[in-house]
């Protein structure tokens, strides 16, 4: 038996590969579910984030293992084999330990140190136990990560400065514009990442922030931490009309923000929209910046 990880990662593959392969909500439990059926895997989690798609396995035979968790991300992404392989990393042993430890610690991700990624890994786990996906091996292996992914936040300085992607985001509107204070700020998403970005925009300066969600009442309570304003989901396209800075993570999976609905809102508008997206799949398309 092997511990396996597999997968691919801001490091290794361009955005829109990471789009194809990302996967979460009903569609995760579902991938748990078909990994652990293939002949070669024992157990499976899955971990899916805007910077990565990994799979952590117990393996009966690494070669064989790799053969069903590389035919796994080309039916998630609907590509082949030879289109995929380029981006595809993979370690066994001592090293895919090492690398979980590296995850949720922070020390792998785009913005060194972040925060989010240990609920990530926590969450990832509790998902494939909740589907049958872990048992002993990665229930133990699971456990201690997040346990040295904590011990790397208290003990060390890592996350001391930028430590989250949303952080990361309002910084670099806050240097774009030369600050974000008196900024009409629109935060589309109101989950994890959105509540980040919404906290961070007031750490800012950002005094007029307005909340949208598909589900208005949790628009609602983070406009209210943040003492922001809500606007209907239905009501994006008005929304985008009044904003200079759109900040957007939902995790609707596919593009809520397209080339029509931004003319359509900024017609007569000479001021421009800066646009900064951090969900993956995206959620503005690409000719919006165009």
Request: aromatic letters at 4%; a negative charge.
């Amino acid at each position: 038996m092997s511990i396996v990880v597999i997968g691919v990662n801001h490091r290794t593959a361009p955005i829109d590969l990471l789009e194809r392969v990302s996967v979460s909500g009903p569609e995760l439990a579902k991938a748990i579910t078909g990994l652990v059926s293939r002949a070669n895997i024992r157990e499976a989690a899955v971990l899916s984030t805007c910077n990565r798609t990994e799979v952590f396995a117990v393996a009966e035979r690494f070669h064989g293992a790799y053969a069903d968790i590389r035919d796994f991300f080309c039916e998630l992404g609907g590509m082949q084999p030879d289109e995929l392989h380029p981006h595809l990393y993979s370690q066994h042993d001592d090293a895919a330990v090492s690398h979980l430890f590296e995850v949720a610690a922070g020390l792998d991700s785009a913005v060194l140190g972040e925060s989010e990624i240990l609920g990530q890994v926590r969450s990832a786990w509790e998902i494939a136990q909740a589907e049958g996906g872990t048992k002993a091996t990665l229930n133990l292996l699971f456990r201690h990560a997040i346990e040295t992914g904590k011990r790397a936040r208290t003990e060390t300085s890592i996350g001391r400065h930028t430590a989250s992607v949303s952080h990361a985001a309002v910084e670099m509107a806050h240097e774009r514009l030369g600050g974000i204070a008196g900024r009409r700020v629109l935060v589309v998403g109101a989950g994890e990442m959105g509540e980040g970005i919404a906290v961070a925009l007031v750490g800012a300066g950002a005094t007029d922030i307005t909340v949208t969600n598909r589900t208005q009442a949790r628009a609602a309570q983070l406009a209210q931490r943040v003492s922001g304003n809500i606007v209907p989901f239905s009501q994006l396209g008005a929304a985008l009309r009044e904003a200079d800075v759109l900040l957007t993570c939902t995790g609707a999976g596919t593009i809520i923000i397209d080339h029509e609905l931004v003319v359509a809102a900024r017609l007569g508008i000479s001021s421009p929209l800066l646009v900064v997206d951090i969900a993956v799949p995206r959620d503005v398309a690409a000719d919006v910046e165009q």
